[in-house]
């Protein structure tokens, strides 16, 4: 049985009609820029995630930058975020005229903690980036509560995710940061992004950074960006939107499904953050030779794959600077890593599939 590392299209395809409906009506209307799709779904995540504001922009990355840029972040300033996680996590730093300053994981969970946070702050720290990564989430307010400092959350990998008391990443700290790339927990059918906060003075900042530095769209007082979420895009989000907790069941049933056909027995599993309960966009295992683990199963038709294998800190252009960093939780998890099959629509026999599949590899090695 072959079993995909992804499936986007499979729980696409009961939406055809609707989705097909909302895209005819965008091109009826004739709006495409910061329309009335954009501003219906802001209003509809803000909702959504439990914030009073949310912002669409272009994508991910950028809305890193935006939010950092609207907590004051500039040049001279340091901005702590993991080693661990995808580039654009710490390549939105730079374009703000801060430098990033490289922290620890926990490799267990791939996330941050207060620990390996504080052990990189210094004195010139303004800000940090906390990700939520592989769905899991990480302690954004026991950060800021215990350092004084913004977190800006990226929430890339973890829409439909819950810490504790049900509480949503995106509103657990003072700014948080969605992608809407095609291939995440809520994707788009091209690029796109969101940033949500319940500090209204925050919120118009970003609206201003994000059309060129004008409130007004003519009376421009600072350099922004061009950086909106098109009307194409928020329409089709709109659509998906009401699915996604469902989806983000789904998602957590498949991790549970993992533990019962008993994967812990081959592979140390991806553990939840104290009372999170991720939607896990992807399900990270580790194990002794991950590359390995990937060959045999694509052998049998089954998707694997290291995702972050070199860390951010030792990637050429960070390197000289920060290539020395001891962070032996990231080295660890970037050395042991290997996401394997999941989706909002993968089966329990597929899941069953994949650990007989890595059960058979690792007795065979």
């Keep these: 049985m072959a ?37 219906a779904f802001e209003r509809e995540w803000a909702d959504y995630i439990g914030t009073t504001e949310a912002i669409g922009v272009a994508n991910g990355t950028e809305a890193i930058t935006i939010a950092l840029r609207a907590l004051g972040v500039g040049p001279g300033d340091d901005v702590v975020v993991p080693s661990f996680t995808y580039f654009a996590s710490a390549g939105a730093i730079p374009p703000t005229g801060a430098r990033p300053v490289f922290c ?27 990700v939520h990564l592989f769905g899991n989430v990480a302690p954004v307010r026991e950060i800021e509560e215990e350092l004084g400092l913004p977190v800006v959350e990226d929430v890339a990998q973890a829409a439909g995710s819950l810490a504790a008391a049900g509480a949503r990443p995106g509103n657990l700290g003072v700014i948080g940061t969605f ?17 949500t906060t319940s500090d209204a003075a925050l919120a118009e900042r970003v609206r201003t950074l994000r059309f060129h530095g004008a409130a007004d769209k003519v009376t421009h007082t600072e350099v922004g960006y061009n ?56 399900y990270v295992i580790r194990v002794s030779d991950p590359d390995a683990l990937a060959a045999r199963l694509a052998e049998r038709e089954i998707g694997a794959r290291a995702y972050y294998r070199v860390p951010i800190h030792q990637q050429p252009v960070f390197a000289a600077e920060h290539g020395a960093t001891p ?29 007989e599949a890595i059960r058979d590899a690792t007795a065979a090695s």
């Excluded at 791939?110 to 303004?126: D, E, G, N, Q």
């Excluded at 939107?241 to 592979?267: F, I, N, T, V």
């Excluded at 989706?343 to 899941?351: K, L, N």
Aim: charged fraction near 20%; include cysteine; hydrophobic fraction near 45%.
């Design 327 to 355: 962070l032996p939780g990231t080295a660890e998890a970037a050395r042991t890593h290997l996401a394997i099959p999941i989706s909002a629509a993968i089966t329990r026999e597929q899941v069953e599939e994949v650990v």
């Design 179 to 195: 992608s809407f790339y095609p291939s995440k927990n809520l994707g788009a059918f091209g690029d796109g992004g969101a940033i």
């Design 3 to 39: 079993v995909p590392l992804f499936d986007p299209s499979t729980p696409l395809e009961a939406l055809q009609p609707p989705l097909r409906a909302a895209i005819d009506d965008v091109l009826a209307a004739g709006r495409w820029i910061l329309g009335p799709q954009v501003a």
């Design 104 to 130: 620890d994981v926990d490799p267990a969970t791939s996330c941050v903690t207060l620990a390996t946070v504080r052990a990189a702050v210094t004195p010139r720290t303004k800000a940090v980036v906390a």
């Design 227 to 282: 950086s909106r979420l098109d009307e194409l895009q928020a329409a089709i989000l709109r659509v998906q939107l009401p699915k996604l907790d469902g989806w983000a069941d789904h998602r957590r049933a498949a991790g549970s499904w993992y533990e019962a056909a008993g994967l812990a027995r081959h592979a140390a599993l991806p553990e939840p953050t104290d009372g999170s309960r991720p939607a896990w966009g992807l």
